[in-house]
């Protein structure tokens, strides 16, 4: 089993659309949080750091639930920029990244 | 202040050379991590280093792959006699000092496409 799992996608969504990512993560002694964006044959951004009390970004709202191990990201009115590959990442000691869920967004 | 710089960006060898990639650190980072992303995959961690020291080398394959953080200039990773499956995108980032409180953010150089023939 990996230790982070991701929906691979892709997902298709029209421009506006509200679109939710899930990750599931194994190990309990994971420290922090994260979702990067990654472009295609681009190095992966730091999107946003996730914590147990929810944070949000602009259209972006991401959660974590420690006692789930399950960590999701929310993008609403989504933009054409938005179609990415959106990475979630774990951290213990170094970051341990899942497989990415691509995202494509239509006119 | 100038991101993760890494070269070459792209670099074709073939079967049995060796590939050296460099990657030098954002001004004021002293850690380095080297990730590898084999084509259609995530990120894998191979290696953390500080300034002449390998903090964690765990994700590094046990044979031909080595790497050096030297006192001065950037952090290399070598393969040596490179092999078909070595074709991948190697990320290199870097985290300032890891001082109490600090933002140990990784943050991630453009990354060299090595393709071996």
């Known amino acids: 089993r990996k230790e982070v799992e991701q929906d691979p996608g892709p997902f298709n969504v029209p421009e506006g659309a509200t679109v939710a990512f899930n990750c599931t993560y194994s190990?309990?002694?994971?420290?922090?949080f994260f979702w990067y964006r990654q472009d295609c044959r681009k190095e992966p951004k730091l999107l946003m750091s996730?914590?147990?009390s929810g944070n949000e970004d602009g259209r972006f709202t991401a959660q974590l639930n420690r006692a789930s191990q399950y960590i999701s990201l929310l993008i609403r009115d989504s933009k054409l920029s938005d179609s990415a590959t959106y990475l979630c990442?774990?951290?213990?000691?170094?970051?341990?990244f899942g497989g990415g869920t691509r995202l494509m967004v239509k006119p | 202040n100038a991101g993760v710089m890494q070269n070459p960006r792209h670099l074709v060898r073939r079967r049995g050379q060796e590939a050296r990639l460099r990657c030098s650190p954002m001004?004021?980072?002293?850690?380095v991590y080297w990730y590898r992303q084999l084509p259609e995959e995530g990120l894998k961690f191979m290696v953390y280093?500080?300034?002449?020291?390998?903090?964690?080398e765990s994700g590094m394959p046990k044979e031909r792959f080595s790497a050096e953080f030297p006192k001065e200039g950037p952090s290399i990773l070598r393969i040596q006699q490179v092999v078909r499956g070595d074709s991948a995108a190697y990320f290199c980032?870097?985290?300032?000092?890891?001082?109490?409180?600090?933002?140990?953010?990784?943050?991630f150089g453009p990354g060299t496409r090595l393709t071996v023939l």
């Open positions: 980032a870097s985290s300032p000092p890891r001082e109490q409180g600090a933002d140990d953010t990784q943050y």
């Open positions: 190990n309990s002694a994971s420290q922090s």
């Open positions: 996730v914590y147990s």
């Open positions: 990442v774990v951290k213990r000691n170094m970051l341990t």
């Open positions: 001004k004021g980072h002293s850690h």
């Open positions: 280093l500080q300034k002449e020291n390998i903090i964690d």
